[in-house]
């Protein structure tokens, strides 16, 4: 069956720090894969997605990039945080007509 | 491009009422559309989905949801509430055209009250 991981479960860091966040995904292939982050009492925003190797797609201009360097991997990160990047992040792949999430990061940047 | 609108960003409901989330979406092709849900710090479970065959849907812990094409709408229902019901709610729609995205609705927080 197929599984997200994603990671860690929660990450503070202060300002101007980088940051990685990863996820995986077992059980299929060539997924379309999803970064959304949820600030606080706030929807689902859609940072980036990834249809395949290489190709990132990004939503929103901001102080954040990803990466897939491999089918099943994705990497959000950033080369210096800022306090308005604090926020729920989760993962997601898409096979079909569902979408699955992994458990997502809390980040508090202070 | 399609979007979704959830009507309501809290609502509220005794133990054992009914139910009622509000969702309208906009597409210009038949619509792919879920309902997710999301408890505190953990991310989100799939209620249902409607993929053009019926057009009432029924999903895990008793929800259903109903495609009404005349009204846009998939509103989320359950007929009698318990107090594990209490989270976050979003409606999702897919947008075909850009790889294939789940676009959210705002979410609506469910709360149950004894």
């Known amino acids: ?110 | 491009a399609q979007s979704v609108t959830q009507l309501g960003s809290h609502v509220s409901v005794s133990e054992g009422a009914l139910v009622l989330l509000r969702c309208n979406y906009s597409s210009s092709v038949p619509p792919y559309l879920f309902w997710y849900v999301q408890y505190p710090n953990q991310g989100l479970q799939l209620l249902l989905k409607y993929t053009s065959a019926a057009t009432l849907v029924k999903g895990i812990n008793g929800f259903e949801a109903e495609f009404k094409k005349s009204e846009t709408s998939f509103h989320l229902t359950k007929p009698s509430a318990h107090m594990s019901d209490a989270a976050e709610y979003f409606c999702a729609v897919i947008e075909y055209n850009q790889g294939g995205k789940l676009i959210f609705g705002q979410g609506t927080e469910l709360s149950v009250k004894p």
């Open chain 1, 1 to 110: 069956s197929q599984t997200i991981h994603q990671w860690p479960a929660t990450l503070v860091q202060p300002v101007g720090s980088p940051l990685s966040l990863e996820c995986t995904v077992e059980g299929t292939s060539n997924p379309n894969l999803y970064w959304y982050r949820q600030a606080a009492g706030r929807g689902l925003q859609l940072l980036f997605y990834s249809v395949g190797i290489g190709q990132i797609s990004s939503e929103v201009p901001q102080n954040l990039s990803a990466s897939r360097p491999q089918d099943r991997q994705f990497i959000l990160s950033s080369k210096k945080l800022l306090l308005s990047d604090s926020g729920f992040y989760l993962c997601a792949w898409r096979g079909g007509t569902e979408a699955f999430f992994g458990q997502g990061t809390r980040l508090t940047v202070v």
